[in-house]
């Protein structure tokens, strides 16, 4: 299959600092893709590579096949892009921001206006048409945004942090959207600083870090991968730390939080069992791992082995 | 050095601005908001000339004879036309225009479809060179109203207030491009704005400044360019020389597009 996006030594310098540090990546049709890392790890730079905005200090990238310096405005009729900050059009009402950026791609005006009406329908927002874009919620505003981004029917879709600073409910709003899209089978790359978005709606996951893809896969392989099977999270009584890192020093990968041990295992019950014999604990659990053990793993913040 | 950023370096240094008639899309959303606000746009410029006419044609022009073999009324009326083209086009392209870039991210919005930044830029500065034949209208026809000119002229004064709207709109877009923060229009506005209204032979000839202030005004001002012609015209005294002004407005309102398109495109394209 022909990927939609292909990205070839791709780099992004600012003067002295390095954003993009030279990666490579496919995004293929039907799929929705995450770039998962901290604030700083390169995630909106190379959207804005990718969208066209922002030109490549090195390598190649193809979005359609086509090379995004040279063919940006083929790019960019076929692309939906749902930027970071809300840059909804104050000076309108929830309607008109379709219909005059439904005119910036030369669309009919009676096209635009019956696209208009069903993605409002859509994105739940149809009895808010007339209302000036200042009075709606975050949420509100972030479902306009992803209206708008789909105006032009795009073929690849781009969300830059489609749910930062929303509250649970209207995140879960977004997310049920997105897969709803995905269904109709457009294919969506998302950006994210959330480990729980990610798995909630991706099918593949590239954490990035520092400008570099440190990993990728679907959020199961990674965890598989990474963290293996289980996470046993114990706490020691008083004085019983020495005797617990006795038992996992040099065996298991584990990190500490504050009191808490968090210990990756293939068997965590296993793992509970020997150490019931030598250590005395407050409390003890077993949960799955998710890919924020993944995560803080490959980041390596605070993971000893 | 790789293919990939020698390229990249090459199209840095061969700036080449790439423009299509995309740019009336911009022009289009500009206008829709002033038709939604049409009554703020259209009665505040109406007011500012009446007054202008009272304080100034009026009031101090008991005291003035004639100029020019005019009253003094008929004199300060094409000045006030070309303020209104002045002040038009500038305020839109600076304030308006940053707010636009800079809070609303509007640039960034339209950017990400088909249209690119030098359209967005166009775009703004058309709209500008229409706000200035907008309110040059509007204050050409109050100044007709007092008698001061014939309406028959107006064929006249709206190529004029588009030409001088066009200049004006790419000098505020030049400074928006160049302002770290809003606040800092106060160097433009106050620093050229401000000395060009007042010594541009608005309120009183130009021929009573000493020679050398009149040389700078005539090289410095486009507004000095602009009412001299306007003046010409409202006073029926057209001749050959006022090609050399007319000309002088057009290359600068070249110069000054081409260079604010590359200085809005060194400011947003990281």
Sequence with gaps: MEPLILAQGLTKRFDSFTAVDGV???????EVLGFLGPNGAGKTTTIRMITCTSPLTAGTLQVFGLEVSRHPRQIKAQLGVAPQENNLDPDFTVLQNLTIYGRYFRLPRREIQRRAADLLDFVQLTEKAHESVGKLSGGMKRRLILARSLLNHP???????????????????IWERIRALRQSGITVVITTHYMEEAEQICDRVLIMNQGQIIAQGSPAELIRQHVGGEVLEVIPEDGDEPAILKEIQGRCLY???????????????AVLE?????????SYSIRRPNLEDVFLRLTGRDLHE | MNRGSFAASAARRLWVPHLSSRAWLVW?????????LFWVNFAVPMLEPILYLLALGFGLGIFVKEIYGVPYSRFIAPALVSVAIMYGAFFECSYASFVRMYYQKTFDAIIATPINLEEVVAGEILWGATRSTIN???????VSLFGLTSPFLLAGIL??????????????MISTALVPAIEHFNYPFFLFVTPMFLFSGTFFPIEILPRALQTVSFALFPLAHLVRVTRALMLYRL???LLWSLLWMAGVALMAFLLSLYLMQRRLIK
């Design chain 1, 24 to 30: 490579d990546f496919a995004v293929y049709p039907g």
């Design chain 2, 239 to 241: 001749d050959l020389d």
């Design chain 1, 155 to 173: 073929r690849l879709l781009i969300l830059d942090e489609p749910t930062t600073g929303l509250d649970p409910q209207a995140r879960r709003l």
């Design chain 2, 159 to 172: 190529p004029l207030a588009f030409l001088g709207g066009f200049l004006f709109a790419s000098l505020g």
């Design chain 2, 28 to 36: 289009r959303r500009d206008f829709d908001v002033f038709r939604r």
């Design chain 1, 255 to 269: 990190q500490r939080l504050g009191e808490k041990f968090e210990i990756f295992a293939s068997d965590g019950t």
């Design chain 2, 136 to 142: 040059a209208t509007v204050v050409f026809f109050v």
């Design chain 1, 274 to 282: 020997r150490l019931k014999s030598q250590v005395r604990f407050v």
